[in-house]
């Protein structure tokens, strides 16, 4: 119980009382609060949809999910976009990934984000609307812990503790529940979600490679918010699923 409440800890702003365990190990249960606040967000989202335009309904259910995060996610994405511009060399790019204060760039990152969720939330094509949610939350918090698991850490802030405190059994579990979730969705749209899971935690790994030699906690925020626009635009394509 203590790990499950440390996952909760990490990924959102719930006041938790209990001495937290290391974030690798707390690993273990992120894509199960992932799904628990899928759950929410799909309770919100079709509670609010019975009063309010679809559109306000889905706005609301992102704007909930950034909240509980903390926008612990899209931190990490406007970190990304901020450092890694052309032309900058690795210390100059982790020194901006220290940097708390947001620029053009993760601005825009931001409210682009913001924008390709929500517009895809209003538009979902599919009738499975719990799993769907589900999935967009669980199998990202998964992608994260992936990616940390099979690559090398970078700097020295969260990235770094995460990574080393994460184990082989930790990540595998918690990659379990990330397919669990995706194939809750179905056979085809499971497929399509691991697939481009695979797809984008490799892309990702070798991008940041090429830029600063490995991930950090930021690159890893980056990823789970790029993977939650893809699965979300994935149930609101008319053809995918």
Not at 138 to 155: D, E, F, K, Q, T
Not at 161 to 186: D, E, H, K, N, R
Not at 195 to 224: H, P
Request: include cysteine; proline fraction near 5%.
């Amino acid at each position: 119980m203590r790990t499950f409440l440390s996952a909760v800890s990490f990924l959102t702003i719930l006041p938790v009382r209990a001495k937290p365990v290391p974030p690798g190990r707390a690993a273990i249960f992120f894509p199960l609060v992932g799904a628990v606040l899928g759950a929410a967000g799909a309770a919100i989202f079709l509670g609010a949809g019975r009063i309010l335009p679809s559109s306000l309904a889905a706005l609301l259910t992102v704007a909930f999910w950034a909240a509980i995060a903390g926008v612990l996610h899209e931190d990490g994405l406007a970190d990304v976009a901020d450092a890694m511009r052309a032309g900058r060399t690795p210390e100059r790019m982790l020194a901006i990934l220290k940097d708390s204060r947001i620029g053009t760039f993760g601005a825009v990152a931001i409210v682009l984000s913001i924008l390709a969720r929500w517009q895809a939330l209003d538009h979902l094509a599919t009738s499975r609307v719990w799993e769907a949610l589900i999935a967009s939350q669980a199998v990202p918090r998964a992608a994260m812990v992936a990616l940390a698991w099979i690559s090398r850490p970078v700097g020295t802030g969260l990235g770094l503790a995460f990574s080393s405190t994460l184990s082989t059994p930790a990540a595998l579990a918690a990659m379990a529940q990330g397919v669990a979730a995706a194939l809750l969705c179905g056979l085809r749209p499971g497929i399509l979600i691991l697939a481009g899971a695979y797809l984008l935690i490799r892309g990702a790994q070798m991008y940041f490679y090429r830029r600063i030699g490995g991930v950090n906690g930021d690159c890893l925020g980056a990823t789970e918010q790029l993977m939650e626009i893809y699965i979300l635009v994935l149930f609101a394509c008319r053809d995918c699923t």
